[in-house]
């Protein structure tokens, strides 16, 4: 079968380099789980070494050529290929509530989306890993004080040890993006289960960081905190000084407050 058509509306490029490949299949620890998702396999460069490893792998993928692709050139994956949105898909219609790791080449027009909505389902996913544009992944991964610090940062680090890999040239994709990509992975905490409302703590993040420039007192005005709770400390900061855990207890302390 002729090789898949990458497609622009898809964020489609295809990684080349099957060495690269090999070390992004190699950066799961294959612990606490028997299953794994590899997200927009284009035509396997990265399956086929999954594929080798005592685990069963599953991928999703949107592109209806690219799943003929697959299902004609690896028998292994028979039964395995779901050809769905995993971004709208109900991932337990495969997994039943089991324990999976997630892996891929992600398309990088939707690939933050495709970490909240591994953040969704955080309490299945022990483990993630892949590439993505350079800079999403350097954003990940960042810590308090850096100016690429924001809301992704700290939600998927609320729950996961996250950690910077490796950085992949433009060249070993066809056709080469515009950017560098990285290699990111996340590994859930043994404890993952935060001291406060999960929820609160995804409104307390968003709100203060679409205003980042802005004190805490001024970027969460809009929570209607009392003046009491306003005037401690942790208000004077901006956003992007507060540490994962600052943002805890900030979310801790407004819970108090509201009782």
Same mark, same amino acid.
């Given at each position: 079968?002729?090789?898949?058509?990458?497609?622009?509306?898809?964020?489609?490029?295809?990684?080349? =380099?099957?060495?690269?490949?090999?070390?992004?299949?190699?950066?799961?620890?294959?612990?606490?789980? =028997?299953?794994?998702?590899?997200?927009? @396999?284009?035509?396997?460069? %990265?399956?086929?070494?999954?594929? /080798?490893?005592?685990?069963?792998?599953?991928?999703?993928?949107?592109? !209806?050529?690219?799943?003929?692709? *697959?299902?004609?050139?690896? @028998?292994?994956?028979? =039964?395995?290929? +779901?050809?769905?949105?995993? %971004?709208?898909?109900? +991932?337990?219609? $495969?997994? /039943?509530?089991?324990?999976?790791?997630?892996?891929?080449?992600?398309?990088?027009?939707?690939?933050?989306?495709?970490?909240?909505? !591994?953040?969704?389902?955080?309490?299945?996913? @022990?483990?993630?890993?892949?590439?993505?544009?350079?800079?999403?992944?350097? #954003? +990940?991964?960042?810590?308090?004080?850096? &100016?690429?610090?924001? +809301?992704?940062?700290?939600?998927?680090?609320?729950?996961?040890?996250?950690?910077? %890999?490796? !950085?992949?040239?433009?060249?070993?994709?066809?056709? @080469?993006? &515009?950017?560098?990509?990285?290699?990111?992975?996340?590994?859930?905490?043994?404890?993952?289960?935060?001291?406060?409302?999960?929820?609160? %703590?995804? !409104?307390?993040? &968003?709100?203060?960081?679409?205003?980042?420039?802005?004190?805490? #007192?001024?970027?969460?005005?809009?929570?209607?905190?009392?003046?009491?709770? #306003?005037? =401690?400390?942790?208000?004077? *900061?901006?956003?992007?000084?507060?540490? $994962?855990?600052?943002?805890?207890?900030?979310?801790?302390?407004?819970?108090?407050?509201?009782?």
């Amino acid at each position: 079968m002729e090789k898949v058509k990458a497609k622009k509306h898809l964020g489609q490029h295809f990684l080349k =380099d099957e060495s690269i490949a090999k070390a992004i299949a190699d950066t799961l620890h294959l612990e606490g789980y =028997d299953d794994v998702l590899e997200i927009g @396999p284009g035509m396997g460069v %990265l399956t086929k070494y999954l594929l /080798e490893k005592p685990i069963t792998t599953y991928v999703i993928e949107i592109d !209806t050529e690219s799943v003929a692709y *697959l299902d004609a050139n690896y @028998p292994k994956l028979k =039964d395995k290929i +779901i050809s769905k949105d995993f %971004l709208k898909y109900n +991932i337990n219609e $495969v997994f /039943e509530g089991k324990q999976f790791a997630i892996i891929g080449n992600f398309p990088y027009n939707i690939s933050t989306q495709i970490v909240f909505r !591994t953040l969704e389902y955080r309490n299945q996913i @022990p483990e993630f890993s892949g590439m993505f544009q350079k800079e999403v992944a350097e #954003r +990940i991964c960042s810590k308090k004080g850096s &100016k690429v610090y924001g +809301i992704l940062s700290v939600l998927a680090q609320a729950f996961y040890d996250v950690e910077y %890999l490796f !950085t992949v040239d433009e060249t070993v994709f066809d056709p @080469p993006p &515009k950017v560098k990509s990285g290699v990111m992975r996340m590994r859930r905490k043994e404890n993952f289960s935060l001291p406060c409302s999960e929820k609160l %703590l995804f !409104t307390v993040v &968003k709100t203060a960081f679409q205003q980042r420039r802005k004190t805490m #007192r001024n970027s969460l005005k809009s929570l209607n905190l009392s003046d009491n709770l #306003r005037e =401690d400390t942790i208000f004077d *900061l901006r956003p992007e000084q507060l540490s $994962v855990e600052q943002f805890i207890e900030l979310t801790q302390k407004i819970e108090a407050n509201a009782i």
